[in-house]
């Protein structure tokens, strides 16, 4: 079975330029989750769906970033423009939604952003 | 008070002995609760997860869960190497899909001395 795909995984930017961030979960799986992880910390959760639907995206900073699913599958994040806070490692994560699973989730390697 | 808080590390263990990592929370409805593995470089994994009061064992690793005292812990029995790795606790603030809140700790690094 094939995990979660993100990519770019190495992406260098300069500020003030966007970037965009791809996912695709694993099959079945109709949770997606985006987090962003800064060095020394847990991930953080930024937003996530349930199929085509954002349940969550109260810790999305609205002003710059965005993300879609639009066929309850893959999904992007983008961010406009990019500030050099944003250097971190975006991670897309998946899992089931039923019940007590859906805290069950499964990685994908992350994208390095660095912005400069 | 962060809402889940675990001792950032290192902790330091010799090798075959058992590591003890812990970890608190604060919500008291949370319903579930996970380890993660993050080896540095990689993303997160996860190697156990605990729904009750008491413990859960699978392999060489038992999950410890108390929710009148809001702790949960991972105990690595027989430490190796391969073992050192950053640990993340992970806390289910919801029951249900629609109301599930996933959050993380901050991790502790385990270090496992040959």
């Known amino acids: 079975e094939a995990g979660v795909v993100q990519s770019p995984r190495y992406k260098i930017i300069e500020k003030k330029q966007p970037v965009a961030f791809w996912c695709n979960p694993i099959s079945g799986h109709n949770t997606l989750y985006w987090y962003l992880q800064n060095l020394g910390q847990g991930p953080e959760l930024l937003i996530r769906?349930?199929?085509?639907?954002?349940?969550?995206d109260s810790q999305l900073p609205k002003d710059r970033f965005s993300a879609e699913r639009l066929k309850g599958v893959d999904s992007t994040l983008k961010i406009q423009p990019a500030e050099l806070g944003d250097s971190a490692v975006y991670l897309c994560?998946?899992?089931?939604?039923?019940?007590?699973?859906?805290?069950?989730?499964?990685f994908g390697p992350g994208t390095r952003l660095t912005v400069t | 008070q962060k809402e889940v808080e675990q001792n950032s590390g290192p902790l330091s263990v010799p090798e075959g002995a058992i590591a003890s990592l812990n970890c608190t929370y604060s919500?008291?409805?949370?319903?579930?609760f996970f380890w993660y593995r993050q080896y540095s470089g990689k993303s997160p994994e996860l190697i156990m997860f605990?729904?009750?009061?008491g413990d859960k064992e699978d392999g060489r690793f038992t999950a410890q869960l108390n929710k009148a005292s809001q702790y949960v812990s991972l105990l690595i029995r027989d430490s190796q190497p391969s073992d050192s790795a950053t640990y993340l606790c992970a806390v289910n603030q919801g029951w249900y899909s629609s109301a599930s809140k996933i959050i993380f700790g901050s991790g502790t690094r385990l270090s496992i001395r040959p």
């Open positions: 919500d008291r409805g949370s319903q579930s």
């Open positions: 769906y349930e199929n085509e639907e954002a349940v969550d």
């Open positions: 994560a998946s899992s089931l939604s039923a019940g007590d699973r859906v805290g069950e989730q499964y």
């Open positions: 605990i729904y009750s009061n």
